[in-house]
């Protein structure tokens, strides 16, 4: 059954909607003309002597959204982050949304955009889920002039030695692209270039998006990318960006990436949408520097960390929040009924069947979550974000689950409602802040070793028995801490799906044992990555790729995209 | 002997220019706010609306800059360009400019920028050579989305039985690397995709820039994106991109991307910058939107084509001009004693030294395109640009050389002055469009045959004795005659260097013959290209690349671009 017959898509509602010059909605939050760089009526990136200026104000609160672990059902966490802003800006107080761009990668691949649904959208949502601006596009080319310049090196005689069998610097591109995960080139005889094996990673996944994201400003962005470790010389000594003498070339092709974009919601709430790694395969969260902004220039900052609480969540509090100093005043987690009754084990062919035994059963994921955000010490609120479909037995069985288990819950219809669908989170959120003592604790302090590091989170995270290291793995953790890299935090690269490295194990998994096949310094980023399981660095596209429905107008209007 | 030792780099001149709002640069050409859309206060894109509007506007008069084969010694073509621009604008005429947009494969490997030099610059010049409004970052993601479209059509069961042999859609990115050139990509197993031979192209090679360049609007952008050859089936039947259904994902990509960019010149000049392929490797010209737009805006538009007139020129006059319609009332051809003097054997090193007789030497390079440009019909100028170690006894050998051939010279310095150092090259131009009756003809029918098309620019153009193509071409030759493609004009891709395909035969060689190794169908830009001698698609790093200079301070002001 569905009623969603006569429902307006994401896109239909983001083109009625009444967008306002982004010039009005920078002036409610203090900012003049001369604060921004103005992209097209409303979009705008601020100015590098406004993010100085406003560097010594005091912070607001930030309130960090993230949810259960996702499955094809939805969630809706961007939705959420967006509504409560919107709900929290009805109620008058001066609120600001930070959350990370869109990837062109799912944007062709997959259904699903990056910036809300229905009501609680930013805008322009088509320009956010193409090219925006050109944030993505400046990494790509950064990441790839200096595989370029690697090249190059090794071809004009190679000067720094370095082992082109050990070159870890991959090539990127912003799209789903299986055919480069693999590749040889260099091939074609002596003046083009030494033949090699290389990869391409996803763009988010590029250390650049990284350290573009974790920099305090243009300054901090140029040592972290001189840091950067390329390759292994023949000594099996790293090779850094700072070697090859390239790190102001970088930054130079950064210096507009890395200043925040400033867009609005429907509802005219200002939202700062800047840096976008994914949490699967990187830290997944938006920019320090959009973060930081906005705390400056809002007393509530409203910010969203990728996928589940067990990633997204736990690199914000470990890798984002520790680097930047930035403790969330609460958190909220998303989950919907649909996806609980797939964490339950309903197919998602059956998920408008009610069965509250299924969500009864697939509760124990979001409880999970809520237990490991709790070990951090923080205040949390679950938001259900109800669907239409879900039943009034279903929604009361949800709620009394939370109940029983003192877990503060608010419904959420923001989807449906916009920012009116969202009160009641909202008021639970600003209560919860009011009086919880937040008492933030890091699970691993950053002097245990890197397995250590990776084991907590393996137990305290994600519930599972033990961590399992390749022997590959083995020798690098070896390699990485006599390369002086041991306080570094660990950046988990694991399927989204589960709490375990096998994404087949929904709801809770327990005793499991999470692999992981190898390490992957980087030290721009300030930390180390673990790649568990089959998670790969370059998705693939699905057999029907949303590319085969988008077009676009004689007038230039988007058609088909979400 | 130098004598520029305190005179300002290109950059300095530039940083220390008064830029103006472009909404006030574009009001003295009729536009208002509302037909711009913003990139920082700066850059602007000209709106659809405003491009459809200005359709119907009567058009003004379009002159060409070319000039002689190029060397290390420089010639200046933009920066006449743009310093006839200013002076044109200095006699009180209603004047634009429309060039190309840098690519950052040069920007990033060899000093010289696309922007102009000295006081006869475009500025923003630290944006343009940068990532200017993103249009070559659009370009690249659409050519690799496809390119990933075609691997995942193979992966999924290849329904239109795509030979993975013989897909000829490559890969591109906006950087010189080698390494790429040839590749072999779908490595690693089934889940990986299909392993098989590619290469990347430099985006500016891309035929989705040559389509951007030679669309009139969206709608026929998206025609010829549909119309573009991907690869063949395994019954050697071409397959198109409108057989894979993506031309509406690839438009969307595209749709801000084919709006013209406006900026401006250090005297305020207005300036439309737009689309950038390379001369050798393409076809040279900016965007036939930005011509068209330029000429609806104004009385005289000064536009470029790349490199020397035997490629930019020949490839403006019979490809640009005639799919378009846009005939030059005048060709500026542009010159410079020192490489005039390399043309006449004088290795670099001794540029400093008078040397009238290996200039009176060189004089033939210049002159053989003098008469190419005769042989289309259109009134020429010959415009000396003069360098400050230009001798008097050189300078008056070169007006001597050209008054015993009757060929209208004027010197410029715009370099140095800006728009009053090119008032004599205006006055001149003025007075050739006017005295002068223009009668264009097209070296080749479009009916001919490729194989004579070819030839006709190999003898009339170049000058060499006849085209020899290699086993691999003629067979092309004739499949494409086969599949209707026979009527399409040619677009040479040969050494910049040399009248000849071997880039040493510097002046003007003779007897020589042209090697065509390969065609290349581009149906969607609607020629074939034919790769002469070892000109390649994808460029290489120098030893020293420029990357190393670059560098940002921490005010986000670009050092060592230029």
Redesign the interface.
């Known amino acids: 059954m569905s009623v969603n017959i006569n429902v307006k898509s994401d896109i239909e509602i983001a083109q009625d909607a009444t967008i306002k010059p982004i010039i009005e909605v920078a002036e409610k939050i203090g900012l003049t003309n001369d604060d921004l ?5 409303y979009k705008a990136k601020l100015s ?2 406004t993010l100085k200026k406003l560097e010594t104000e005091k912070s607001g609160k930030v309130i960090l959204v993230t949810a259960i672990n996702p499955t094809p059902a939805g969630e809706g966490k961007s939705t959420v982050t967006v509504g409560l802003g919107d709900a929290l800006h009805q109620l008058g107080k001066k609120v600001m949304i930070a959350m990370r761009e869109p990837s ?1 990668g799912p944007t ?1 691949g997959i259904k699903g955009g990056a910036t809300g649904g229905g009501y609680a959208q930013v805008l322009p949502m088509e320009d956010i889920n ?2 925006f601006t ?1 944030d993505l ?2 990494i ?2 950064a990441n ?2 200096l ?3 690697i ?2 090196h090794l ?3 190679n000067e720094l030695n370095i082992d082109q069998r050990r070159i870890v610097w991959k090539r990127a ?16 005889g002596p ?4 033949p090699r094996e290389d990869g391409f990673d996803i763009t988010v996944a590029s250390e650049i998006m990284a350290v573009l994201c974790l920099a305090n ?3 901090d962005l ?1 040592l972290r990318l001189s840091r950067m470790v390329v390759a292994y010389n023949f000594k099996k000594e790293p090779v850094t960006v700072g070697d090859l ?2 790190e ?2 970088l ?3 950064l ?2 990436a890395v200043k925040p974009n400033l867009v609005q919601t429907i509802e005219h709430t200002p939202a700062l949408i800047h840096g976008g790694p994914f949490a699967n395969i990187a830290h997944g969260c938006n920019s320090v520097i959009a973060t930081k902004t906005a705390s400056k220039l809002a007393d509530y900052v409203i910010t969203e960390a990728g996928f589940g609480a067990d990633l997204g969540a736990e690199k914000f509090l470990h890798i984002k929040g520790r680097s930047a100093g930035i403790k969330p005043e609460a958190v909220v987690i998303v989950a919907t009924i649909r996806a609980l009754k797939m964490h339950g084990g309903v197919p998602k062919t059956e998920l408008g069947q009610e069965n509250s035994n299924a969500l009864t059963a697939g509760f124990t994921n979001l409880k999970k979550h809520v237990e490991t955000i709790k070990s951090f010490g923080l205040p949390l609120i679950v938001a259900i974000n109800k669907f239409v479909a879900d039943t009034d037995l279903e929604v009361e069985t949800l709620l009394s689950l939370c109940e029983k288990e003192e877990i503060p819950v608010a419904l959420t219809e923001v989807w449906e409602k916009g920012g009116k669908g969202g009160l009641a989170l909202a008021e639970k959120v600003l209560n919860e802040i009011e009086n919880n003592q937040m008492d933030f604790n890091p699970l691993y302090d950053l002097s245990d070793s890197i397995e250590n590091k990776i084991r907590t989170v393996v137990q305290n995270v994600y519930g599972g028995k033990d961590v399992e290291f390749s022997s590959k793995a083995q020798k690098q953790l070896k390699d990485f801490e006599s390369f002086g890299w041991g306080s570094l935090p660990v950046c988990m690269a694991k399927t989204q799906y589960s709490l375990s490295d096998d994404p087949s194990k929904l709801g809770r998994p327990t005793d499991f044992v999470v692999h992981v096949r190898e390490l992957k310094p980087s030290i721009g980023a300030g930390f180390i990555v673990a790649l568990t399981g089959d998670v790969m660095t370059m998705p ?2 699905p ?1 029907s ?1 949303a ?2 429905k ?3 107008d ?3 209007n ?4 979400f």
């Not at 912003?174 to 074609?188: E, F, S, T």
């Open positions: 760089e103005l992209y097209g009526k590098s002597e062109l062709m193409l090219h050109g596009h400046a790509t080319t790839n002039a595989a370029a310049l090249d190059n071809q004009q005689g591109v912003d799209l789903n692209d299986r055919a480069l995960r693999k590749v040889i080139i260099g091939l074609g003046i083009q270039g030494v400003d243009l300054k140029k003498g390239v102001g070339a930054a130079l092709l210096k507009d693939g596209l057999k790729p590319a085969l988008m077009d676009v004689e007038e230039g988007a058609i088909g995209l």
